[in-house]
């Protein structure tokens, strides 16, 4: 005996939840798997560790779900200008939401908010089961139906298996899909500071030589910390006091916003880059990380995720108005084509990116700074990059 769903999700993280809470009024039975449930080790006060830098594009996406967390009462930081220059020479680039005319070029949002947000929306619908804490131990495809063997429990059968499980993805091993990318000598830093001046609603990103140091702003003119450097260094900042934290922060950030006067706990994540070599096989679909990772210095990780399952839930929105299989790889297909290309495009320009300002060759060096510069002068190119940057809306 099983339980049968016509879609199984394993990941009930931002991603999967807006999966599943795009296909809330489609008639579909969903089961949205979780290893745990989301939040239950975050402490009560301060800020969550990991935010996200929420594009126009994706705050819409939400929006739609009724999902956005600004319409909710949580807090969401805005940003409306970014500022990014290089540490080792004078190219400058500032961006501004007004040149524009619009309010803001996104948001700051901690993950925890997110996805409180996206969990309210999903208890509320009658065709989605939450399932949490779930372990699988097995899939098995067969032409009709996949099938997922829990730890406990009666198996679950679906039409279709999504996988949400992020960068180190068991539904992706599971399926033998592999992946293509590298490590880079890179791990990022973060943590939650207050400084002494206020932030300005401005994201700021110094290129040091190990790598990008953002400050991120976040309510009450705390800001998040996103440092991108060394393992070693990454390593060796994690076990500092808090002082001499505070102190090399400060310094590092060219004492841009005054002294550092409070930070929070520190973690330590390492950075990678890959693309899967496939994001579907008949019955199975991959979104989010468990399909491509990208190197954090535009923020776009998440917004790729949306994009993903947005996209995936139209494909299979419109199979079932046709009276097609959503499971089945003609119908698939078309998700991957759709999605490939625009995940590709960034991945690409954000490694392009990572290598351009890690590089510490004179001509290059040069090269980055008078670009930044004439870049910065130039308003027309300067106004189809933002509008890139808030997911092209």
């Not at 089961?31 to 239950?40: S, T, Y």
């Not at 930081?77 to 005319?101: N, Y």
């Not at 429990?153 to 949400?164: R, S, V, Y």
């Not at 947005?310 to 991957?336: C, K, M, N, T, W």
């Amino acid at each position: 005996m099983s339980r049968e769903y016509d879609l199984i999700i394993v990941g009930g993280s931002m991603v999967g939840a807006s999966l599943a809470c795009a296909l809330v009024d489609s008639g579909l039975r969903i089961a949205l798997l979780d290893a745990q449930r989301p939040g239950a080790d975050l402490p009560a006060e301060g800020f969550d560790l990991r935010v996200s830098a929420i594009t126009r594009a994706s705050e819409a996406f939400l929006k739609q779900l009724s999902a956005w967390p600004g319409d909710q009462g949580e807090r969401i930081s805005p940003f409306r200008e970014m500022h990014v220059w290089d540490a080792t020479g004078d190219g400058v680039i500032h961006f501004d939401s007004a040149e524009l005319g619009e309010a803001t070029l996104g948001h700051i949002v901690e993950n925890r908010v997110l996805i409180k947000c996206l969990h309210r929306q999903m208890a509320e619908a009658q065709n989605i089961d939450y399932l949490a804490p779930v372990m699988a131990n097995a899939i098995e495809f067969d032409d009709k139906q996949v099938r997922l063997i829990l730890e406990e429990g009666e198996p679950l059968t679906a039409k279709l298996l999504i996988g949400a499980d992020g960068s180190n993805s068991w539904v992706r091993r599971q399926a033998g899909i592999s992946v293509r990318g590298w490590d880079y000598d890179q791990a990022a830093l973060v943590t939650w500071v207050k400084t002494a001046q206020f932030h300005q609603e401005t994201a700021w990103q110094r290129f040091l030589p190990d790598g990008p140091l953002a400050f991120l702003p976040l309510s009450e003119g705390y800001s998040s910390i996103v440092w991108s450097t060394s393992p070693q260094h990454a390593q060796q900042l994690q076990q500092m006091d808090d002082a001499l934290f505070r102190q090399e922060l400060a310094a590092s950030f060219g004492f841009t916003l005054g002294e550092i006067e409070q930070s929070g706990p520190r973690a330590v994540f390492p950075l990678r880059f890959f693309e899967t070599e496939h994001y579907i096989r008949p019955r199975l679909a991959l979104v989010g990380d468990a399909a491509h990772t990208i190197h954090p210095l535009a923020g776009q990780g998440v917004n790729l995720g949306f994009a993903d399952a947005q996209s995936l839930a139209q494909v299979i929105r419109e199979a079932q108005q046709q009276h097609r299989d959503f499971g089945a790889l003609p119908v698939l297909r078309r998700y991957e084509r759709w999605r490939r290309a625009d995940n590709r495009a960034m991945l690409i320009a954000m490694d392009g990116f990572k290598r351009l300002f890690g590089s510490q060759w004179g001509p290059l060096r040069w090269l980055r700074n008078s670009g930044l510069n004439l870049t910065n002068r130039l308003a027309p190119i300067k106004k189809i990059i933002m509008q890139q940057a808030m997911g092209g809306k």
